[in-house]
């Protein structure tokens, strides 16, 4: 069975700061989907970024970077800069190719605070 | 609207009642999704739906609960004889559906429900 593990529960940083949440997953599926959200205090799970399991090239955008390596079955996320605006439950998710229905495994969420 | 609509925000509710949530997904994704957040179990799948039928009812935790969507539009998920472990965010979400590839699933701000 699929599992994602975030073993960060609660980060506090300093604005400008550079974070790196853990994102760990398990999967028997050769072809499956990674996912980040984030969720700010509104509720609403924002979507950040969607990574195929063939592309394991890293992807930046803007101060928001992600590190996805097979070998180790890890898809980490990295704010450089860190602002008070980042402060956030941020979410890594898995898909699973053989399921049609495309649902989402959460790990746990990772609450970042960015203190002035 | 531009994105997924639930109502109502929050629902406070007596043990034993009855009580639906309602989802509006954007206009055009084939695909909606039920799941729940609460404290102990974190983010939970549901219910999914294609248009109307829902090929997966798998993370439905009791016969209580029960959804369907009509029109391939707007869903309405119901718990009946609500329980305190009911207590949780239920949130929303809609996607394209394309059986290749996985889409991007957009959330909702979620119901709060608060069973007393």
């Known amino acids: 069975a699929q599992k994602v593990t975030q073993a960060q529960t609660e980060i506090s940083v300093v604005e400008k700061e550079d974070v790196t949440l853990d994102c760990v997953y398990e999967?028997?599926?050769?072809?499956?989907?990674l996912f980040w959200y984030k969720q700010p205090p509104s509720g609403e799970l924002v979507f950040l970024i969607r990574r195929n399991s063939f592309d394991e090239q890293n992807e930046i955008s803007g101060r928001y970077s992600w590190n996805f390596q097979k070998s180790t079955s890890s898809f980490n996320f990295t704010i450089t800069a860190s602002q008070v605006v980042d402060s956030a439950v941020y979410f890594c998710?898995?898909?699973?190719?053989?399921?049609?229905?495309?649902?989402?495994?959460f790990g746990g969420g990772t609450r970042l605070m960015v203190k002035p | 609207g531009a994105g997924v609509s639930q109502s109502p925000s929050n629902k406070v509710t007596e043990k034993g009642k009855d009580v639906e949530l309602r989802c509006d997904p954007i206009?055009?994704?084939?695909?909606l999704y039920w799941y729940r957040q609460s404290l102990g179990q974190g983010l939970e799948f549901l219910i999914y739906?294609?248009?109307?039928?829902?090929?997966?009812k798998s993370g439905l935790p009791s016969d209580r609960f029960s959804a369907e969507r009509t029109g391939g539009s707007v869903s309405t998920l119901t718990i009946q004889r609500t329980q305190q472990e009911d207590s949780a965010v239920y949130l929303c979400?809609?996607?394209?559906?394309?059986?290749?590839?996985?889409?991007?699933?957009?959330f909702g701000a979620g119901t709060r429900l608060s069973v007393l």
């Open positions: 979400a809609s996607s394209l559906e394309n059986p290749r590839i996985k889409n991007i699933q957009y």
């Open positions: 998710a898995l898909s699973e190719a053989w399921n049609a229905g495309n649902m989402l495994t």
């Open positions: 999967t028997r599926d050769t072809t499956y989907y």
């Open positions: 739906f294609q248009g109307n039928s829902a090929p997966d």
């Open positions: 206009s055009g994704h084939t695909a």
